[in-house]
């Protein structure tokens, strides 16, 4: 969703602020050029880092205690940048399960009558009075039967109003807000195999988003169950702390150890619903699209994607190849080192929003 655009069109860089459960994250490149172009040329990180901030700053997707969030954001910006910010300008992303979205067809009308009928679509299919939502929408594809197909997205006001309340207090110009889909979404479009229509699984902090992409996304769901929730099921059931929870899952894991079993037995209700919800989209997908262009491969990202055997009980549960996606391996990294490999997936989204051209936004 774009914010107000001012009457002179300012050349100037931006940055990508992800703000999670309990982390906000920081990412700004060298350039935002044609997507296409970044495939051939690596945009050069300019700087990068992240903060931790009380939960209790957000109750139900909204920001209540800006305060708290402004001050960790700071913090991060003032003492724990790895290179440096040189901008004020920021594109911030919105957790997807905090959104709704919906894929429809419409004839080929005027951008007014896209809206009119977008609208209409959005009060049949929203349990929230459109006054009190923010609306935008992207055309995907024109159809054979000359018909737009159309994703729509909807956020609820009180939510984006909390962060643009958080960025006034940082005295950050906001280009555009959008959910963390659509960033995971522009991320996977450089990878050398976006060619192929693909699952995308975005492993947040308390829900995994799970979207089909073909040349963009087409459609997508969200499960609850994410990294913090993982951590929690694997403390319950081996009664230990969440800090020695928090060991057991990022250094064993679904993968081979004396707690596999138990672990396993932990996760699997949950990741059983996301298996149910993949299976249910590629049906999808084939009812409605066919069999022209198959989905053969699966990618996960996020933060609770880089746990041990993980893409391993996905891939032999879905019988589809599924890799985990590294988000810095589209960056160039050489006078700034980059993050470890256990930090490198919680950048997802923020390097997906670094990667915005702002002359296209404000050229749309």
């Avoid at 594809?141 to 609820?156: F, G, M, Q, Y």
């Avoid at 928090?246 to 990741?271: F, N, V």
């Avoid at 699966?298 to 599924?322: F, K, Q, W």
Wanted: proline residues 4%; positive net charge; glycine residues 6%.
């Amino acid at each position: 969703m774009k914010t107000s655009v001012p009457i002179y069109y300012r050349d100037k860089p931006l940055f990508g602020l992800d703000i999670g459960n309990d982390t906000l994250k920081i990412v700004q490149l060298s350039e935002s050029s044609d997507l296409a172009r970044l495939k051939e040329r690596k945009p050069k990180i300019i700087g990068y880092g992240y903060n931790r901030f009380d939960r209790s700053a957000i109750k139900d997707g909204v920001i209540i205690k800006p305060q708290i969030i402004a001050e960790a954001a700071k913090e991060l910006l003032d003492k724990k940048i790895k290179g440096t910010i040189t901008t004020n300008r920021v594109a911030i992303a919105i957790p997807a399960y905090r959104t709704f979205s919906r894929s429809i067809k419409i004839p080929s009308l005027s951008k007014k009558q896209i809206k009119e009928a977008i609208e209409l679509e959005a009060e049949q299919y929203i349990a929230v009075n459109i006054e009190d939502l923010y609306i935008d929408y992207e055309i995907i594809r024109h159809t054979l039967s000359d018909e737009l197909e159309v994703l729509i997205v909807a956020v609820p006001k009180k939510i984006v109003d909390s962060y643009m309340k958080v960025a006034e207090m940082l005295n950050l110009e906001v280009l555009i807000v959008e959910p963390t889909l659509s960033s995971s979404g522009r991320l996977f479009s450089i990878d050398e195999h976006s060619r192929s229509a693909a699952v995308i699984i975005d492993f947040g902090a308390l829900s995994s988003d799970i979207s089909l992409y073909d040349k963009s996304i087409v459609v997508s769901g969200t499960i609850e169950g994410g990294g913090l929730n993982f951590t929690d099921l694997i403390r319950k059931i081996l009664r230990i702390s969440p800090e020695e929870a928090e060991i057991a899952k990022t250094r064993y894991g679904l993968s081979p150890s004396k707690k596999q079993d138990e672990i396993k037995r932990a996760l699997q209700p949950t990741l059983e619903k996301i298996i149910k919800e993949v299976r249910r989209m590629l049906r999808y997908y084939e009812e409605r699209y066919g069999t022209t262009r198959p989905i053969k491969q699966i990618v996960t990202l996020g933060g609770g994607a880089n746990m041990p055997g993980l893409s391993d009980y996905l891939t032999e549960n879905l019988r589809m190849a599924v890799r985990h996606g590294d988000p810095w391996q589209f960056i160039e990294c050489k006078k700034i080192k980059a993050p470890s490999e256990s930090e490198k997936s919680m950048y997802t989204n923020a390097i997906g929003l670094a990667l915005i051209n702002p002359k296209k936004v404000y050229k749309t």
